[in-house]
DNA sequence: TTGTAGGCGTTATCAC
DNA sequence: GTGATAACGCCTACAA
């Protein structure tokens, strides 16, 4: 990069002081209109741009957050960042999103830019962080967990229910007359996934069927993953009649492995997903699937953040939003 | 955010000077090993971290690079943002991905960035700028369109030959037989799905196989896109016996709306798809497609772009990198 | 209403 | 080897 113009320059050329063209810049109103007319056709004709490096020293903000997401192609979390996006623009942050690949490491780096001031503010999808590392980071810094966290002290979170979710999602099974129920999610560290494990035992006990071991599996968060555990379950003496699982690519991997052994979903097997993405209605069968107000998780997860990053004394609070069991084909009634 | 530590202080309780200190968070070689350690050690008691935003002031340049993306949830671009990060890592680049809606001013605003030297570098899928504003910026700015681009001087692209690519797809068509082959694709603005369809009129031109404009419809990128495409489609006096998509999320929504009305695939209809994501293999039928090297062009995105932030003098160049049709079961010769 | 000047936290060029 | 010190580009009291 050439060396570019600054705002010394700028001044020289337009016969004013460096203060006077920061005001211009800054839309201070106490800069009589000529003199700001000067300024401003200067900047136009010589396309000046400010170096931002110098305001963010000297102002020690940079109006920047991150969010790291631990991949790029989990559908929930396109929605979830544009809810971050829109509450962000109304007070002129910007938002980059930076996957981890659930990889400790990576993460650590990327934390880095908020101790080294580099960003305002962190927002994450499920952190790999211990509970005391992450507590350290939130009494220093600004951070908020969203949909997926681990459970520590000065630490913000937004999410749903999870618990309750998926104790609704297998009622809806028991009410349909399944008894023999598994279920397949993506890794036993979420702490969400374990909180759903406890709504999916808490939905059996009630009605008093026995939990078996065996149909509770895990295995990752794809399609891929949805099929090899689907096909380990169709292995087993006893077989499921339904099946609930942590998200919708694995659901839809579930109901590609039921019908490639020539069952069909929901005659034989009924399924349900969680998520509510758009995958989720282009299955055939459609899912029945847990609706996640995906876009409110992120506006108010962003809405928390800004929050904790203007004012000094933090809110260190644990938001839930309400979650929607969603009844399509995938579970009706035969 | 309370007030943290600065250099000054750490070189204060450690008894040397600001430089020293600076020397030894730079690992310079020219430090005694015994100061190395008295200043190392007054940086970990006390925590000490840097802050960045000065070095970068100082240094103008910020190690950050940005990547555009007109949205998150299109599962190709998962593996390329892949690419860009591991090159990236090689020279200790951050790398921030934003997704920009397709929105002109969405995408002004984050290319402000570069302007404003808050990143060195820009990689674009897809830009909705004219050719004009493109070269300009790309003659002070390091830029690198990738997949998609605007054809414009003063600019640097990675890709596939799409019209080579879009000719051996419909090819693989005409040499099972089909001559009713239609097309459907997101949009006419792209320059990507212009190339395509040069390439598919000039493989039925080669054949003697008349175009007809009613089989050639565009509308989106997604799932449901997909299936209203084929609907259309599905209507016409005379229906296609191939269809050829712009990407594989159309291809499921097709074959989707094709098996809804109670068709087979490849049997009716055959179906090919573009890009070789994961979803590809998971649609039953799998879907015939077109293998983009998708982590290889983001890793060849982001050394072009290295190369352009490192040097004054930038290459402006085109690279195309190999296609490659992979046969499955959406095409199969019943 | 405008200008002067100090400082944000760091690096780099000199001397010593 | 190490230490002053002048940048880097900008903002903001304070003075005028």
Not at 79 to 97: F, S
Not at 165 to 178: K, N, P, Q, T
Not at 244 to 262: E, P, R, T, Y
Not at 265 to 274: E, K, R, S, T
């Amino acid at each position: 990069m050439q060396k570019s113009m600054t705002i010394q320059e700028v001044a020289q050329l337009a016969g004013v002081s460096v203060a006077t063209v920061s005001r211009v810049l800054n839309e201070s109103p106490l800069v009589k209109e000529a003199t700001r007319q000067k300024v401003l056709s200067v900047i136009h004709k010589f396309d000046y741009q400010p170096n931002l490096l110098g305001r963010d020293l000297r102002r020690s903000e940079t109006m920047k957050v991150l969010v790291l997401t631990p991949s790029l192609d989990r559908p929930i979390f396109a929605e979830i960042v544009k809810g971050i996006e829109d509450r962000a623009k109304e007070d002129g942050y910007y938002v980059l999103v930076c996957p981890t690949s659930n990889h400790l490491e990576r993460e650590k780096e990327l934390l880095q830019m908020l101790k080294n001031r580099l960003v305002d503010g962190v927002i994450t999808f499920s952190t790999t962080l211990s509970e005391e590392e992450l507590s350290a980071l939130g009494q220093k810094h600004s951070i908020v967990q969203c949909c997926e966290f681990e459970n520590a002290s000065y630490t913000c979170c937004v999410s749903i229910n999870d618990e309750q979710a998926a104790f609704d999602a297998v009622s809806h099974f028991i009410e349909l007359g399944h008894q023999r129920i598994s279920m397949i999610g993506a890794s036993t560290l979420l702490y969400s996934e374990r909180l759903r494990e406890q709504g999916y035992r808490r939905a059996l006990t009630q009605h008093h069927i026995p939990c078996r071991e065996e149909w509770i599996k895990h295995g990752g968060f794809f399609h891929h993953d949805g099929e090899a555990l689907t096909n380990e379950l169709l292995q087993l003496p006893v077989l499921p009649t339904a099946i609930f699982c942590m998200n919708d690519s694995l659901a839809i991997g579930c109901v590609n492995a039921i019908k490639k052994k020539g069952w069909s979903v929901p005659g034989d097997i009924a399924v349900i997903g969680f998520d509510n993405t758009h995958e989720a209605t282009m299955s055939t069968p459609a899912l029945t699937t847990v609706h996640q107000p995906k876009y409110d998780l992120g506006y108010t997860a962003m809405n928390l953040l800004i929050h904790n990053m203007v004012h000094t004394e933090k809110k260190y609070e644990n938001v839930m939003l309400q979650h929607q069991l969603i009844k399509r084909e995938s579970t009706l009634q035969s």
